[in-house]
């Protein structure tokens, strides 16, 4: 006997959410940002949380990152309010949320890392990659975002050697990697573990953080 149809229902999904700036409006804005930064990281010797070597601001990006960042901002928002439910009853609705957001920017050298964190206190965080660049262009440059399956290792904790065999579920109990491109925002709930591999490129992975949280 065989089944005559199989239905894969993915329960209790994690949104992890991908958006891009066209090319014509990215570019001149990540050129006025990547001044921007490297003349803050010149100024500041910024802080050490979740970043191993590198650089990383103080978390009033919003403050004294200009236009630029008030631009990708408003895009964010947008998005937010695009994919965030209120529950009123048994109803859910969409809702123009006024949110408490702080941000921050990263520089990541050759070598820089950051280690595996959480955002406490917020609902979405968000990245936008400013520059990528790398000197050296294979494929291990590494700076890649690393995100830990919520459960930890419980999915493969009674069979470690195994994986459920269905598409997208092997990483079950492990982390998925996504690689960042300028002009790309990432969005993912704040309590998601997640890390940023190490950047062997040789130029500057240059990023901006936010933190969204209800006011």
Known sequence: MIFSTIDVKPLFPTPFVKASLDDEISIELNRQLV????????????????????????????????????????????LLNQITMCVDGEQFRRVALDWRVNG??????????????????????????????????????????????????????????????????????TSQLHKPKPGQCVVFPSWLKHAVKSFTGGGARISLAFNFSIQ
């Not at 191993?52 to 901002?73: C, M, P, T, Y």
């Not at 990245?127 to 990528?132: I, N, P």
């Not at 995100?147 to 904790?157: A, M, S, W, Y």
């Open 35 to 78: 001044a921007l930064i490297l003349k803050k990281a010149q100024e500041s010797r910024g802080v050490f949380i979740s970043n191993s070597r590198g650089w990383q601001s103080d978390d009033k990006l919003i403050e004294w990152g200009g236009e630029s960042v008030q631009v990708i901002l408003g895009a964010l928002r947008e």
């Open 104 to 173: 921050w920017a990263n520089i990541n050298y050759e070598c820089s890392s950051n280690v595996p964190h959480v955002h406490p206190g917020a609902y979405w965080s968000a990245v936008y990659y400013v520059s990528t660049d790398a000197i050296d262009t294979k494929d291990e440059e590494g700076g890649e975002l690393e995100l830990f399956d919520p459960r930890g290792v419980l999915p493969i904790h009674y069979g470690p050697s195994l994986r459920f065999g269905v598409q997208d579920y092997a990483s079950a109990g």
